[in-house]
C-alpha cells in the first residue's frame, strides 16, 4: 500500500542553517501520527514540506505517492491547518464555507454546514472575534470539508485550555473513523498519547526513533542494577540513555526480543519516558551524559 | 448500553481498560446477551481517543467469543461471564457494603481494607485448592 508519507535523506536548509537533516520515514496510510519533540526541533518544516509550502534542499518526499502540492488534484488529497489555526479575522464564519468552496473541487458544503451548527458556531460571527477552540474548529472544518485523505495539523491544541482541547480531538478522531490518516505535531507528549497510534520523534533537526506507539512500548524498558565495572548487557540491547551514580546503573535499552536477566530489574516505561530518553540523548549530541553525583547518605 | 471511561493515571493501555470494563459488565449483569456496546464512533467522540483503540478492544473481545459485530449495526454482546447467578449478587453486596461499613468504623482506611480483603481472598483460595 502507498505510504501516507515517504522521505529519503529529506533535507531542509534556510542558508546555512540545517532546519531538517537527512530524514528518511515511511508512514503507513489509517494512522494517527504524532510529530514531537521541542520547539525549533524541526516539525513544521517537516510538515511544510509535506504540504509543499517548502521544497527540500535535498532527498525527497512523497505525499500519499505524489510529490506535494504537484497538481490540483494533489492539494484536495492533503488538508492542511497551520499553527495557532489561523483564520481571517475580518470574514465571517460563513465567508469562510464559501470561500472553502470556492477553492476546493471536492467541497462537501452539508459536511461543513453541520460541523459549524455541531459546534455552535454562528455562522455570520467575524472569524477575528472567535475564542480560540472556536477558531481552531472553523479550522478543522476548513480542512476536513474538503474530504482529504490526509489531514496535517501543526501544534493544533496548543493554544487550546482543557476543554477546548478535548472537543477538538473528539472532533478529529471522529474524522478518522471516516479513514482519513493523519499527522499533527506536539511539543507535549500527554497531547498525543491517546490519540495517536504512530509516534515519529524529530530532536535537533534529525528524527530519533519513529514506529507504531504499542511497538515502541513493548521494546523499550529501564534497567536497573547496582553499579559494577564491566557490566555486560545482552546482544541485541541498544543502550539510549544511561545514567549512573557511584552505586547505581540506569539505562533505557532497546531490545529486538523480551528479555528475562537476573541482574537487572526491568521496568515497564510510558510514552513519555520513551521520547524524553530519546531527546536526552539527542541533546547530549551521542556522547554520554556526565556522570550524576548520587546521594551522599 | 454501557459507557465507557479511562482513567489516566492506572497504568492500563486505554485498550485494556475498554476490554476489562466490558467483561466487569458482564460479570456484574449490566451487560447480557443481545445488548449493544457503544459504536466505535460513540466511544471516540466520547473519550477523544484513536478509534484503532476501540477496534482493537473489540476484536480481542470478539476472539474470546464475548460479542460479535454485526455489519453495518454494531457489535453485540454473544455471551455471559460468571455463572449468572447474578440473583445472589444483590444479597452479597449488601453483606459486603456491611462489612466495609465495620471496617471503617473500626479505623481501616481504604489502603488496609484492600490490602485486608486481598490477603483473605488469597487464603481462602489456597484453602480452595488444597
Given at each position: 500500500m502507498t505510504p501516507a508519507v515517504e522521505t529519503s535523506g529529506l533535507t531542509k536548509r534556510y542558508g546555512r542553517r540545517v532546519?531538517?537533516?537527512d530524514c528518511s520515514l515511511s508512514i503507513p496510510t489509517g494512522r494517527v501520527v504524532g510529530l514531537v519533540g521541542?520547539?525549533?526541533?524541526g516539525k513544521t518544516t517537516l510538515l511544510h514540506l509535506a504540504v509543499g509550502l517548502l521544497t527540500p534542499s535535498a532527498g525527497t518526499i512523497s505525499v500519499l505517492g505524489h510529490a506535494?502540492?504537484?497538481?490540483p488534484a494533489q492539494l484536495g488529497r492533503v488538508g492542511f491547518v497551520a499553527q495557532d489555526t489561523?483564520?481571517?479575522?475580518?470574514?465571517?464564519v460563513a465567508d469562510h464555507l464559501r470561500f472553502g468552496e470556492w477553492v476546493?473541487?471536492?467541497?462537501d458544503s452539508s459536511l461543513a454546514n453541520d460541523r459549524i451548527a455541531q459546534v455552535g458556531l454562528?455562522?455570520?460571527?467575524?472569524?477575528?472575534?472567535?475564542?480560540g477552540g472556536q477558531r481552531a474548529q472553523l479550522a478543522l472544518t476548513l480542512a476536513i470539508a474538503k474530504r482529504p485523505q490526509l489531514l496535517v495539523l501543526d501544534?493544533?491544541?496548543?493554544?487550546?485550555d482543557p476543554l477546548a482541547r478535548r472537543e477538538f480531538l473528539q472532533a478529529l478522531m471522529a474524522t478518522v473513523v471516516e479513514g482519513v490518516s493523519v499527522v499533527l505535531s506536539s511539543h507535549l507528549v500527554a497531547d498525543l498519547e491517546r490519540v495517536c497510534d504512530y509516534l515519529v520523534v524529530l530532536v535537533a533537526s534529525r528524527v530519533q526513533v519513529a514506529g507504531e506507539i504499542e511497538q515502541l512500548l513493548s521494546e523499550h524498558h529501564r534497567l536497573v542494577a547496582a553499579r559494577r565495572d564491566g557490566l555486560q548487557l545482552p546482544s541485541g540491547w541498544k543502550v539510549i540513555e544511561n545514567r549512573e551514580t557511584d552505586r547505581q546503573s540506569t539505562l533505557v535499552v532497546r531490545h529486538d526480543r523480551p528479555v528475562v536477566d537476573p541482574a537487572w530489574t526491568i521496568e515497564e516505561l510510558d510514552l513519555e519516558d520513551v521520547v524524553l530518553a530519546y531527546m536526552a540523548r539527542a541533546s547530549s549530541n551521542g556522547a554520554h551524559r556526565p556522570t550524576l553525583v548520587g546521594v551522599q547518605r | 448500553m454501557i459507557e465507557f471511561h479511562l482513567d489516566?493515571?492506572?497504568?492500563?493501555?486505554p485498550y485494556q481498560q475498554i476490554v476489562r470494563q466490558v467483561r466487569s459488565g458482564l460479570r456484574l449483569g449490566l451487560l447480557r446477551e443481545g445488548d449493544q456496546l457503544p459504536t466505535v464512533k460513540e466511544v471516540v467522540g466520547l473519550l477523544?481517543?484513536?478509534p484503532n483503540t476501540v477496534l482493537k478492544a473489540y476484536k480481542e473481545l470478539e476472539h474470546a467469543g464475548l460479542v460479535a459485530p454485526r455489519p453495518g449495526i454494531g457489535t453485540f454482546v454473544t455471551a455471559t461471564l460468571g455463572?449468572?447467578?447474578?440473583?445472589?449478587?444483590g444479597p452479597l453486596r449488601q453483606d459486603l457494603m456491611r462489612w466495609l461499613a465495620k471496617a471503617r468504623r473500626a479505623g481501616l482506611d481504604d489502603e488496609s481494607i484492600d490490602a485486608l480483603f486481598q490477603d483473605a481472598f488469597r487464603s481462602s483460595s489456597e484453602r480452595g485448592i488444597a
Open positions: 532546519a531538517l537533516n521541542p520547539n525549533g526541533a506535494p502540492a504537484e497538481s489561523p483564520v481571517y479575522a475580518g470574514m465571517s476546493n473541487p471536492g467541497w454562528d455562522p455570520a460571527q467575524r472569524a477575528g472575534t472567535l475564542s501544534e493544533p491544541v496548543a493554544g487550546l | 489516566a493515571r492506572s497504568g492500563v493501555s477523544a481517543i484513536n455463572d449468572g447467578a447474578f440473583a445472589a449478587h
